[in-house]
T-cell receptor
Framework: SQELEQSPQSLIVQEGKNLTINCTSS?????LYWYKQKYGEGLIFLMM?????EEKSHEKITAKLDEKKQQSSLHITASQPSHAGIYLC??????????????FGQGTILTVHP | NAGVTQTPKFQVLKTGQSMTLQCAQD?????MSWYRQDPGMGLRLIHY???????DQGEVPNGYNVSRSTTEDFPLRLLSAAPSQTSVYFC???????????????FGQGTRLTVV
């Protein structure tokens, strides 16, 4: 079965600093999803990457899937307190066989101090 | 546009009690699934369904039952609650993006369950 490892497990930064969260898979990734979760709330979809080398941005958050499709990075530029939360990467199985089943990393807890 | 609705949001059970967590989606998605979230372990799949009348086990199915009599609803039943089932439960509905061969998932707000 596929396993996802996120690093770091927690991160504390000062407002305005840049940061990167990594997600490494034990197998080739077919569809890598990034979600954000605030405490006590559901998961908010950030973006999905599918092709090796693909990079997507949403406001100050950029995610990239490496060429070999076994690692993704999430980069936040000029962090703000509103970026604080838990970031989760999730992966589906190859093609349409995933049936919506996702494997998740353990999450990265981000704290941004004003 | 409600999306995925879970009820209740919070629940406290005594060991041995049974209960049902409700999940409903109004997006006509084929796939639905239940996850539990525990500290340091991300989300783990409990059960999933690929359509009405079809369910299957995920990674951690023991102690839970599901059924899918309609496309919209996917309830999760705890047969005899145990303290190890204290967790946050998330329901998701998904659909296949056919020309890309991947699914997009939408999550409910979660149910925080404590078993004492």
């Amino acid at each position: 079965s596929q396993e996802l490892e996120q690093s770091p497990q927690s991160l504390i930064v000062q407002e305005g600093k840049n940061l990167t969260i990594n997600c490494t898979s034990s197998k080739t990734l077919y569809g890598l999803y990034w979600y954000k979760q605030k405490y006590g709330e559901g998961l908010i979809f950030l973006m999905m990457l599918q092709k090796g080398g693909e990079e997507k941005s949403h406001e100050k958050i950029t995610a990239k899937l490496d060429e070999k499709k076994q690692q993704s990075s999430l980069h936040i530029t000029a962090s703000q307190p509103s970026h604080a939360g838990i970031y989760l990467c999730g992966a589906g199985n190859a093609g349409g066989t995933s049936y919506g089943k996702l494997t998740f990393g353990q999450g990265t807890i981000l704290t941004v101090h004003p | 546009n409600a999306g995925v609705t879970q009820t209740p949001k919070f629940q406290v059970l005594k060991t041995g009690q049974s209960m049902t967590l409700q999940c409903a989606q109004d997006m006509n998605h084929e796939y639905m699934s239940w996850y539990r979230q525990d500290p340091g372990m991300g989300l783990r799949l409990i059960h999933y369904s690929v359509g009405a009348g079809i369910t299957d086990q995920g990674e951690v199915p023991n102690g839970y039952n599901v059924s899918r009599s309609t496309t919209e609803d996917f309830p999760l039943r705890l047969l005899s609650a145990a303290p190890s089932q204290t967790s946050v439960y998330f329901c998701a509905s998904s659909y296949l993006i056919r020309d890309r061969g991947v699914t997009e998932a939408f999550f409910g707000q979660g149910t925080r369950l404590t078993v004492v």
